[in-house]
């Protein structure tokens, strides 16, 4: 065998395509109106900045190292054990801990085809095998997921509500998926956008986690919460899955500043319920507004929209996402997640909500 000149990453990271996030920047516009990462226009609590300052002043020192007062704040908003908690450094860092843990080389892991575009990311990364499923009006399909299951299967992945259609799984579906996985299959339920959820048929997943050995809930921070910027998740999970994902988790993966701006931003409730009650208003708003206009709006229970154009040829979702970037809008393109003729659109403030809205009218009207 010839000597290899360079050094070579593992085959299946080769398989990889890096993440592209959406665009934070549109040349040529006086005034930016950022619409393409599902961020709250409502900023993080105001609670949050005094904790901020507070840690400021102890910069020197490490955190503590599982992030007890974070869990503690969770456990008690949640009413959960904090034991049964795990934080990170947002979820996308617990999701890669789960695949790293429980996927090797010869196993497989189930996302849907319109699914959150790190599982494929962890799941390769991990040496394992992901297998894409369809999905049924936009909708997670339990029974092409069940049909899918093998001997070599380990995981499935489920985002409930999905980004970026918006659509969820409601609880007698999600348990029905459940219910028909081997024992040794974990289901991984991320509920990044579970807070905007307002459906009565609608879980997170904690009583399924509380309730089995096998289900595991992720959430964010990054969201509701208007903490992007730090970088906080965490996890819910059986305390065996818990001590395994220990035992791999980085020491100190939560900085101290988010540790402190998490616990104060989870807690301040009225600061969630304004956040929900905009969101509520205008995602009608813009779905009425943009399904005047021409333009299909999959319905959504998210802070974001799916919205897809014409197949005319002229006005195309390219177009368009050149037109509102000149106009200062930026909305996020999703051909990677399958919606060549589609942008995901984020509910903003009401200057932005109402500017999209008036920009796609104009450009609608275009021929």
């Not at 065996?240 to 100190?252: E, Q, S, Y």
Request: glycine share 8%; proline share 5%.
């Amino acid at each position: 065998m010839a000597d290899k000149q360079t050094p070579e990453p593992n085959s299946s990271i080769l398989e990889i395509a890096a993440y592209v996030p959406g665009k934070s920047k549109a040349t040529g516009a006086t005034k930016i109106h950022k619409l393409s990462s599902n961020e709250t226009p409502l900023g993080a609590s105001p609670r949050v900045q005094e904790a901020i300052r507070n840690t400021l002043e102890e910069l020197e020192l490490y955190p503590e190292g599982s992030s007890l007062v974070l869990r503690e704040a969770i456990a008690s908003v949640h009413g959960l054990n904090a034991d049964n908690i795990l934080c990170g450094n947002g979820s996308d860092e617990l999701l890669g801990l789960l695949s790293r843990t429980y996927l090797s080389q010869g196993d497989e892991a189930i996302y849907s085809e319109h699914g959150f575009l790190v599982y494929k990311i962890e799941i390769l990364a991990s040496g394992a095998t992901p297998v894409v499923v369809k999905e049924k009006n936009l909708t997670v399909d339990v029974d092409a997921v069940l049909a899918a299951i093998t001997p070599r299967t380990k995981m499935v992945f489920l985002a409930n509500p999905n980004n970026p259609t918006g659509t969820y799984l409601p609880s007698s579906e999600l348990r029905r998926l459940h219910d028909g996985l081997p024992k040794h299959v974990i289901l991984v339920l991320d509920a990044a956008y579970a807070e905007y959820v307002r459906k009565n048929d609608f879980e997170a997943g904690i009583e399924m986690v509380s309730a089995n050995e096998n289900v595991v809930m992720t959430r964010t921070f990054s969201k509701i919460y208007g903490l992007a910027g730090l970088r906080i998740g965490w996890i819910y999970a059986p305390l065996k899955i818990i001590d395994a994902l220990n035992r791999v988790r980085g020491p100190f993966n939560v900085n101290a500043v988010a540790i402190a701006a998490g616990a104060a931003a989870v807690a301040d409730k009225k600061h969630i319920e304004d956040a929900i009650d905009h969101n509520l208003i205008w995602l009608e708003k813009v779905t009425q507004g943009l399904t005047k206009i021409g333009l299909d709006v999959t319905p959504s229970v998210g802070n974001f929209v799916l919205i897809t154009f014409p197949q005319d040829g002229v006005h195309t979702a390219a177009k368009a996402n050149d037109y509102l970037l000149s106009k200062g809008f930026i909305l996020r393109a999703v051909g990677g997640y399958g919606f060549p003729n589609s942008l995901r659109m984020t509910i903003g403030g009401d200057e932005a909500n109402e500017g999209v809205i008036a920009a796609l009218k104009d450009f609608m009207g275009r021929s």
